[in-house]
């Protein structure tokens, strides 16, 4: 379990890197960024990848790392630790819902070194951070030496451990929109041990209009899919309504119909497509309550 | 003030904590080479050819030895028995066995370069037909785990008292279990690893090994065997380990191999096991399958237990088939069976070798007897505290005879327990009659509560023989060698604790050294929970005779026929405090005065002592469990709400350490009973190679403990001690079991499988039978 041998470079300026990123890929060597290495770094001690240069963006704080507010929205570098988001109070008043996922991810340890955008770029559909992404359609920035563009996370996720990042590319900063007015937030999920990655995981956004009836209710599901997957456009029937947990729960049992999640020694296809369903009722009521107790 | 009894402080923690710990990984030799093994990715092959050419020619690569480079004896049988059909494995065999067997090393001057040439190794298989699950082994026309061995059966192993099928026959109420135990690593924090460098310079050649071992002078022996010299020319010692739990018990391969390649390179070699190859290729346990029956009275007495079980054992036999040996002495346990009767089939399978994992086929034993008794209870309507008070075996009724023969061929005699007091003990601390109220309310809503209790009892404390040898310097001190070696337990300070009370010396005169087959001549280990019994006792035994001759010695220099008192680190007069001696004058006087002087004395010469103690037979010592969990019917999840344990192991030399280890051994079987589990495919490919797939609980899964202890002292060594290592494993997956068992009534799901999978509950509550019951909502 060591690595193959690879040359490390730290740039510490973006533009160097980028430009390093640029040139090595040019010149067709393969290469990875090295974030908090947290996911990256086993891959390579087990050989599963075999980059010849590892660019490391770790001096990359002060063009990567800050959490700043914005009119309905809140940017955040790419190289944002997740104890930083975790104890930060401005994400906890206008995004709760990342709190609550940075409590499940991993320990301590892989918090205070692993980051935003090595959790987005690395994809895996049972994480917390891409479901939220995906639930909030949160927009991410990709730089390249020579061009930026930013795309809304639909667009971000392709399959599994997969997104539309050139590989001259890296993921600078991710716009999340704040929790509107009249609206809760909640995550829930299952894993094995408390930090495991989920077996299943649901995450929901719901607005109330003045009269209590939801006027907007969004949601994803990680796990049961190659990326996380938004169910938001079959919670129509709920608009509208004022909807008891035993209605969540009937249309959840449809809406989970379709899923075809692929089984493992821990969790089947059944098992897993039985939990989406537990868990997604239980993350629209909790954000109903929200809304309510609030 | 007397230490033993007390929560004396463990004396190498600081070190540890600090991070100044020395295990194999920390020595660093001039000239030392790495280690990396080629390992077959087939779960049985024969080797064809190994290519080495562009390997030998990678960067760093010093050599490359191969089932090519020489042919080998297998490994020695470490514990016959009458109807094993022992196959012990072959380094560099032609035919490899399990996946993970290594075929060929590459010795390189890093790891990172050897791991280089192994991926450059070539290897041609000819694949051979494998088979991995024992039922499967059994059945006509299995492939064969061994192509030139007609049978995939290892051993048959039997047991009767009385005759069971009779009583069963005429028993008035029969209740039956099945359970599957799923396999399990033994998982320590530190993996095996072995630093082996020759000598050649002297009059003979030695072998300096260091290992992360248990068994020290074990290997000592073996490599005398296997090299053909003699004990004096090598030297087996192990550094701080940094836990075992029976993995580095055995003799493997890899302990061979480093060894004999660091003689043919003439340098110091280095092998650090990784985790991958840790789950891969040091020993699993536990996987047993029974169908076990119980008969009784219509008031719950056992009239007689018969059970036959498959017991899985891998491709080899590295410790014997001592696990289900074990099992089977122990079903009874401390309940009385009158008619009992066992047959347990010892399987070879294509997979990694199974032997003792702390607990060595006793929870397996606990589980059957226990779920035994909770099925009967559930039949009779009794409570299962109240069945179980109704068969324990009475406090006068020690020392008890089982009718049994026990592992060691001698009949099997209970020595001493109050299990009547260790159950009352158990539902007061574990508040048994408050949580079954409790509980009653929640059962049909979607978190259920159920209650199990489980107890069980630990043959400890085993022999042959272990040695202390206890000398007083010149500085007063006092230094202990024993044979057995440390991995965690705390050694350095029980046997100290034990030592300063013999001498009324302050614990930190007293130096515990361990782990060094050239300290001491003999030695057995430590496992089997052993080393505070056994090398306890020898320690006690050695410093009573070595005070005895400082007694002697100083009456004689004081020129007193009074009598005399140890104290501070003095042999004085009492009541004369003034006329007195030092241990280290004593020990100088004792050394003789000066070169050429005659030696006057009427001791001999030294202040040492070193005496053996051979236990008559094992002390049994005893655990209850009682567990409160509750099982999210939704998700099938189990969280555990309270544990509870009383304990009796004897006299406690620390009970803090005891208690420590009774936590260690309950968090064991939290992860048996609900999360780890080895699993193979069909073929025999690894499916759990790391802790993301082999899932060891994490302190949030090891929920705080009540732990209690009752002390009666074992009749059979000078201490009243009984071993404590492995009980904690032993009845809590048991009650682990009961509990959720207790929690799913309503829906009637038996548990057959352990661990317990959250998946393998939702499924079992949604395909229940029961009908009078409302099923869970996903809410
Ligand atoms: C024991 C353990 C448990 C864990 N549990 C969880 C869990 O429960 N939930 C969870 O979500 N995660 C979990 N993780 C993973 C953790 O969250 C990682 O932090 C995360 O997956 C990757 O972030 P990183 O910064 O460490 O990225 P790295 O490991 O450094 O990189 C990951 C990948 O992303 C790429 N990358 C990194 N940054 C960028 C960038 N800015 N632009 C482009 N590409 C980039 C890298 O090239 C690499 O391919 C766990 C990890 C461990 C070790």
Same mark, same amino acid.
């Given at each position: 379990?060591?690595?193959?041998?690879?040359?490390?470079?730290?740039?510490?300026?973006?533009?160097?890197?980028?430009?390093?990123?640029?040139?090595?890929?040019?010149?067709?060597?393969?290469?990875?960024?090295?974030?908090?290495?947290?996911?990256?770094?086993?891959? %390579?001690?087990?050989?599963?990848?075999?980059?010849?240069?590892?660019?490391?963006?770790?001096?990359?704080?002060?063009?990567?790392?800050?959490?700043?507010?914005?009119?309905?929205?809140?940017?955040?570098?790419?190289?944002?630790?997740?104890?930083?988001?975790?104890?930060?109070?401005?994400?906890?008043?206008?995004?709760?819902?990342?709190?609550?996922?940075?409590?499940?991810?991993?320990?301590?340890?892989?918090?205070?070194?692993?980051?935003?955008?090595?959790?987005?770029?690395?994809?895996?559909?049972?994480?917390?951070?891409?479901?939220?992404?995906?639930?909030?359609?949160?927009?991410?920035?990709?730089?390249?030496?020579?061009?930026?563009?930013?795309?809304?996370?639909?667009?971000?996720?392709?399959?599994?451990?997969?997104?539309?990042?050139?590989?001259?590319?890296?993921?600078?900063?991710?716009?999340?929109?704040?929790?509107?007015?009249?609206?809760?937030?909640?995550?829930?999920?299952?894993?094995?041990?408390?930090?495991?990655?989920?077996?299943?995981?649901?995450?929901?956004?719901?607005?109330?209009?003045?009269?209590?009836?939801?006027?907007?209710?969004?949601?994803?599901?990680?796990?049961?899919?190659?990326?996380?997957?938004?169910?938001?456009?079959?919670?129509?029937?709920?608009?509208?309504?004022?909807?008891?947990?035993?209605?969540?729960?009937?249309?959840?049992?449809?809406?989970?119909?379709?899923?075809?999640?692929?089984?493992?020694?821990?969790?089947?296809?059944?098992?897993?497509?039985?939990?989406?369903?537990?868990?997604?009722?239980?993350?629209?009521?909790?954000?109903?309550?929200?809304?309510?107790?609030? | 003030?007397?230490?033993?009894?007390?929560?004396?402080?463990?004396?190498?923690?600081?070190?540890?904590?600090?991070?100044?710990?020395?295990?194999?990984?920390?020595?660093?030799?001039?000239?030392?080479?790495?280690?990396?093994?080629?390992?077959?990715?087939?779960?049985?092959?024969?080797?064809?050819?190994?290519?080495?050419?562009?390997?030998?020619?990678?960067?760093?690569?010093?050599?490359?030895?191969?089932?090519?480079?020489?042919?080998?004896?297998?490994?020695?049988?470490?514990?016959?028995?009458?109807?094993?059909?022992?196959?012990?494995?072959?380094?560099?065999?032609?035919?490899?066995?399990?996946?993970?067997?290594?075929?060929?090393?590459?010795?390189?001057?890093?790891?990172?370069?050897?791991?280089?040439?192994?991926?450059?190794?070539?290897?041609?298989?000819?694949?051979?037909?494998?088979?991995?699950?024992?039922?499967?082994?059994?059945?006509?026309?299995?492939?064969?785990?061994?192509?030139?061995?007609?049978?995939?059966?290892?051993?048959?192993?039997?047991?009767?008292?009385?005759?069971?099928?009779?009583?069963?026959?005429?028993?008035?109420?029969?209740?039956?279990?099945?359970?599957?135990?799923?396999?399990?690593?033994?998982?320590?924090?530190?993996?095996?690893?072995?630093?082996?460098?020759?000598?050649?310079?002297?009059?003979?050649?030695?072998?300096?090994?260091?290992?992360?071992?248990?068994?020290?002078?074990?290997?000592?022996?073996?490599?005398?065997?296997?090299?053909?010299?003699?004990?004096?020319?090598?030297?087996?010692?192990?550094?701080?380990?940094?836990?075992?739990?029976?993995?580095?018990?055995?003799?493997?391969?890899?302990?061979? %191999?480093?060894?004999?390649?660091?003689?043919?390179?003439?340098?110091?070699?280095?092998?650090?096991?990784?985790?991958?190859?840790?789950?891969?290729?040091?020993?699993?346990?536990?996987?047993?399958?029974?169908?076990?029956?119980?008969?009784?009275?219509?008031?719950?007495?056992?009239?007689?237990?018969?059970?036959?079980?498959?017991?899985?054992?891998?491709?080899?036999?590295?410790?014997?088939?001592?696990?289900?040996?074990?099992?089977?002495?122990?079903?009874?346990?401390?309940?009385?069976?009158?008619?009992?009767?066992?047959?347990?089939?010892?399987?070879?399978?294509?997979?990694?070798?199974?032997?003792?994992?702390?607990?060595?086929?006793?929870?397996?034993?606990?589980?059957?007897?226990?779920?035994?008794?909770?099925?009967?209870?559930?039949?009779?309507?009794?409570?299962?505290?109240?069945?179980?008070?109704?068969?324990?075996?009475?406090?006068?009724?020690?020392?008890?005879?089982?009718?049994?023969?026990?592992?060691?061929?001698?009949?099997?005699?209970?020595?001493?327990?109050?299990?009547?007091?260790? %159950?009352?003990?158990?539902?007061?601390?574990?508040?048994?009659?408050?949580?079954?109220?409790?509980?009653?309310?929640?059962?049909?809503?979607?978190?259920?509560?159920?209650?199990?209790?489980?107890?069980?009892?630990?043959?400890?404390?085993?022999?042959?023989?272990?040695?202390?040898?206890?000398?007083?310097?010149?500085?007063?001190?006092?230094?202990?060698?024993?044979?057995?070696?440390?991995?965690?337990?705390?050694?350095?300070?029980? %046997?100290?604790?034990?030592?300063?009370?013999?001498?009324?010396?302050?614990?930190?005169?007293?130096?515990?050294?361990?782990?060094?087959?050239?300290?001491?001549?003999?030695?057995?280990?430590?496992?089997?929970?052993?080393?505070?019994?056994?090398?306890?006792?020898?320690?006690?035994?050695?410093?009573?005779?070595?005070?005895?001759?400082?007694?002697?010695?100083?009456?004689?220099?004081?020129?007193?026929?009074?009598?005399?008192?140890?104290?501070?680190?003095?042999?004085?007069?009492?009541?004369?405090?003034?006329?007195?001696?030092?241990?280290?004058?004593?020990?100088?006087?004792?050394?003789?005065?000066?070169?050429?002087?005659?030696?006057?004395?009427?001791?001999?010469?030294?202040?040492?002592?070193?005496?053996?103690?051979?236990?008559?037979?094992?002390?049994?010592?005893?655990?209850?469990?009682?567990?409160?969990?509750?099982?999210?019917?939704?998700?099938?999840?189990?969280?555990?709400?309270?544990?509870?344990?009383?304990?009796?192991?004897?006299?406690?030399?620390?009970?803090?350490?005891?208690?420590?280890?009774?936590?260690?051994?309950?968090?064991?079987?939290?992860?048996?009973?609900?999360?780890?589990?080895?699993?193979?495919?069909?073929?025999?490919?690894?499916?759990?190679?790391?802790?993301?797939?082999?899932?060891?609980?994490?302190?949030?899964?090891?929920?705080?403990?009540?732990?209690?202890?009752?002390?009666?002292?074992?009749?059979?060594?000078?201490?009243?001690?009984?071993?404590?290592?492995?009980?904690?494993?032993?009845?809590?997956?048991?009650?682990?079991?009961?509990?959720?068992?207790?929690?799913?009534?309503?829906?009637?799901?038996?548990?057959?499988?352990?661990?317990?999978?959250?998946?393998?509950?939702?499924?079992?509550?949604?395909?229940?039978?029961?009908?009078?019951?409302?099923?869970?909502?996903?809410?």
């Amino acid at each position: 379990m060591k690595p193959c041998a690879f040359q490390l470079y730290t740039p510490s300026t973006l533009e160097d890197a980028l430009e390093a990123l640029w040139e090595l890929t040019e010149e067709g060597r393969s290469v990875k960024v090295l974030a908090g290495g947290q996911s990256l770094i086993p891959v %390579l001690n087990m050989r599963l990848a075999t980059p010849d240069v590892l660019i490391d963006l770790n001096e990359l704080d002060s063009d990567l790392n800050f959490i700043s507010p914005d009119t309905n929205h809140i940017k955040i570098g790419a190289l944002t630790r997740h104890y930083q988001l975790e104890t930060s109070p401005l994400i906890s008043k206008n995004v709760p819902i990342i709190t609550e996922a940075e409590r499940l991810i991993g320990h301590v340890a892989i918090r205070s070194r692993g980051t935003l955008g090595g959790s987005l770029a690395h994809a895996d559909p049972s994480a917390e951070l891409p479901l939220v992404a995906s639930l909030l359609n949160a927009r991410m920035t990709l730089q390249s030496k020579h061009a930026t563009r930013t795309i809304p996370a639909a667009e971000f996720f392709l399959a599994y451990l997969m997104t539309s990042m050139e590989p001259t590319e890296i993921l600078t900063e991710i716009t999340i929109p704040t929790l509107p007015g009249r609206s809760g937030q909640s995550i829930q999920e299952f894993a094995l041990r408390h930090g495991d990655f989920a077996i299943a995981v649901a995450g929901a956004q719901v607005t109330m209009d003045e009269d209590g009836c939801i006027s907007d209710a969004r949601l994803t599901l990680g796990g049961v899919g190659g990326t996380p997957l938004d169910m938001s456009a079959s919670l129509a029937p709920l608009v509208g309504s004022r909807p008891l947990p035993e209605d969540i729960e009937r249309l959840m049992k449809e809406i989970c119909q379709d899923l075809e999640p692929d089984g493992d020694i821990h969790a089947d296809s059944a098992y897993r497509k039985d939990l989406a369903i537990t868990l997604s009722t239980r993350a629209l009521v909790d954000g109903l309550q929200k809304v309510k107790d609030s | 003030m007397n230490y033993v009894g007390q929560d004396v402080r463990r004396v190498n923690d600081g070190r540890l904590l600090r991070g100044h710990g020395q295990y194999i990984a920390d020595i660093y030799r001039p000239g030392m080479a790495y280690v990396a093994f080629v390992r077959s990715p087939h779960p049985h092959a024969r080797v064809k050819a190994v290519d080495v050419k562009q390997a030998e020619k990678v960067l760093g690569v010093l050599g490359i030895y191969s089932v090519d480079s020489d042919l080998f004896p297998p490994l020695p049988l470490l514990f016959p028995y009458s109807t094993l059909d022992a196959i012990t494995q072959t380094p560099f065999g032609r035919e490899v066995h399990h996946v993970g067997e290594p075929v060929a090393m590459v010795v390189a001057d890093s790891r990172y370069h050897a791991e280089d040439g192994v991926a450059a190794v070539q290897v041609e298989y000819e694949l051979l037909p494998s088979v991995a699950e024992m039922t499967r082994a059994m059945q006509k026309g299995a492939p064969r785990v061994h192509s030139q061995h007609p049978s995939n059966q290892a051993a048959i192993i039997m047991q009767d008292v009385g005759d069971a099928m009779e009583a069963m026959n005429q028993s008035p109420v029969v209740v039956t279990c099945d359970i599957k135990m799923g396999r399990v690593s033994c998982a320590p924090i530190e993996t095996r690893g072995l630093l082996a460098e020759w000598n050649e310079a002297g009059n003979e050649p030695e072998l300096h090994v260091y290992a992360a071992t248990q068994t020290p002078h074990m290997m000592q022996r073996i490599y005398a065997e296997l090299f053909q010299i003699n004990e004096r020319q090598i030297r087996v010692q192990a550094p701080d380990v940094g836990g075992a739990f029976g993995a580095k018990e055995p003799f493997y391969v890899e302990d061979f %191999l480093i060894a004999w390649v660091a003689r043919e390179m003439g340098r110091p070699v280095v092998w650090i096991e990784d985790r991958l190859e840790h789950l891969l290729t040091s020993v699993h346990e536990r996987e047993q399958l029974h169908h076990a029956k119980m008969g009784l009275t219509h008031d719950g007495r056992i009239l007689s237990v018969t059970d036959e079980f498959l017991a899985n054992t891998g491709a080899y036999v590295p410790w014997g088939v001592i696990v289900p040996i074990i099992t089977s002495t122990l079903i009874p346990g401390p309940y009385k069976v009158p008619n009992y009767s066992c047959k347990g089939t010892v399987v070879y399978t294509n997979t990694t070798p199974l032997a003792p994992y702390r607990g060595a086929g006793r929870p397996q034993a606990a589980m059957v007897i226990n779920r035994l008794l909770d099925r009967a209870a559930a039949v009779l309507d009794l409570d299962s505290a109240l069945i179980r008070e109704r068969n324990l075996i009475q406090p006068s009724e020690f020392p008890y005879a089982t009718g049994l023969m026990s592992r060691e061929g001698t009949p099997m005699v209970l020595d001493s327990g109050d299990y009547p007091a260790l %159950l009352k003990m158990l539902k007061e601390a574990g508040e048994y009659a408050r949580w079954q109220e409790a509980k009653g309310g929640e059962s049909t809503s979607a978190r259920a509560i159920g209650v199990g209790i489980a107890i069980g009892i630990e043959n400890t404390g085993m022999g042959p023989h272990e040695g202390a040898t206890v000398t007083v310097g010149t500085d007063g001190h006092i230094t202990v060698i024993t044979g057995a070696a440390s991995q965690g337990q705390g050694h350095e300070t029980t %046997l100290a604790q034990i030592a300063a009370d013999a001498f009324a010396a302050p614990m930190d005169w007293v130096h515990v050294i361990e782990g060094d087959s050239q300290k001491i001549a003999y030695g057995t280990g430590t496992f089997a929970s052993r080393t505070a019994v056994v090398a306890g006792s020898a320690v006690k035994l050695a410093s009573d005779q070595l005070r005895g001759k400082m007694i002697d010695l100083a009456a004689y220099l004081l020129k007193s026929g009074q009598p005399l008192e140890m104290a501070e680190g003095t042999i004085r007069v009492v009541g004369d405090p003034t006329r007195c001696i030092s241990f280290g004058n004593l020990a100088l006087a004792a050394s003789g005065q000066f070169p050429g002087s005659s030696y006057t004395l009427p001791t001999a010469p030294g202040m040492s002592a070193t005496t053996y103690f051979t236990p008559a037979g094992a002390t049994y010592a005893a655990g209850g469990h009682m567990v409160v969990v509750a099982v999210d019917r939704v998700t099938g999840k189990v969280e555990i709400l309270s544990y509870t344990a009383v304990h009796d192991a004897g006299t406690l030399i620390n009970p803090k350490i005891v208690t420590g280890q009774i936590q260690g051994g309950i968090s064991g079987g939290i992860g048996t009973a609900l999360l780890e589990e080895i699993r193979f495919d069909d073929e025999g490919q690894l499916l759990t190679g790391s802790f993301m797939d082999y899932l060891l609980p994490t302190t949030r899964d090891v929920p705080d403990m009540t732990i209690q202890h009752l002390s009666t002292p074992s009749p059979l060594n000078p201490l009243g001690a009984k071993g404590v290592g492995e009980s904690g494993a032993i009845p809590s997956p048991s009650a682990i079991v009961a509990a959720v068992e207790d929690a799913l009534k309503v829906d009637m799901v038996q548990i057959n499988n352990i661990p317990i999978q959250p998946m393998m509950v939702r499924n079992s509550i949604l395909k229940s039978v029961a009908t009078d019951r409302e099923a869970p909502t996903h809410g």
